[in-house]
C-alpha cells in the first residue's frame, strides 16, 4: 500500500522551531521529487519547499527561504522539513506530496503530485 506520513507538527512558540517529517511507506521515496506545501485557514494549499530526485536540489518559496530546510533521510524512506524562527504566519495544516513525472518547479501545482500525505498542523502561538 503506497502510503505518506506526516509528523513532527504541533504548537510552538514564535522564535521556536520544528522538524516535521514524510514518511514512505510502499514506495521508494528516494525515486520521487517530494514537495511540502502548507494550507492555512481560509487559504489556498501553497507550494512551500521541494527536494528533487536525480541531485537533491532544493527549492523555496521566496517568503520562507533562509527559514525553511528540506532534507532527504533515504535510509528511512523520508524526507525532512525544518522549520525555524516560526512566525504566526506559518500556522497552517503542512502536507508533504510525492511526484515522479515533472520533479521540482518553480511554481509548485498540486495536481503534478501523484501521491499525499494527511497532513500535520503547525500552530505557532505565544
Known amino acids: 500500500q503506497v502510503q505518506l506520513v506526516e509528523s513532527g507538527g504541533g504548537l510552538v512558540q514564535p522564535g521556536g522551531s520544528l522538524t516535521l517529517s514524510c514518511a514512505a511507506s510502499?514506495?521508494?521515496?528516494?525515486?520521487?521529487?517530494v514537495g511540502w506545501f502548507r494550507q492555512a485557514p481560509g487559504k489556498e494549499r501553497e507550494g512551500v519547499s521541494c527536494?528533487?530526485?536525480?541531485?537533491?536540489?532544493?527549492y523555496y518559496l521566496d517568503s520562507v527561504k533562509g527559514r525553511y530546510t528540506i532534507s532527504r533521510d533515504n535510509a528511512k524512506n523520508t524526507v525532512h522539513l525544518q522549520i525555524d524562527n516560526l512566525k504566526p504566519e506559518d500556522t497552517a495544516v503542512f502536507y508533504c506530496?510525492?511526484?515522479?513525472?515533472?520533479?521540482?518547479?518553480?511554481?509548485?501545482?498540486?495536481?503534478?503530485?501523484?501521491?499525499w500525505g494527511q497532513g500535520t498542523q503547525v500552530t505557532v502561538s505565544s
Open positions: 506530496a510525492a511526484t515522479a513525472v515533472l520533479g521540482c518547479t518553480p511554481i509548485m501545482h498540486t495536481e503534478q503530485y501523484d501521491y
Open positions: 510502499g514506495f521508494r521515496l528516494d525515486y520521487y521529487a
Open positions: 527536494i528533487d530526485t536525480s541531485d537533491s536540489s532544493e
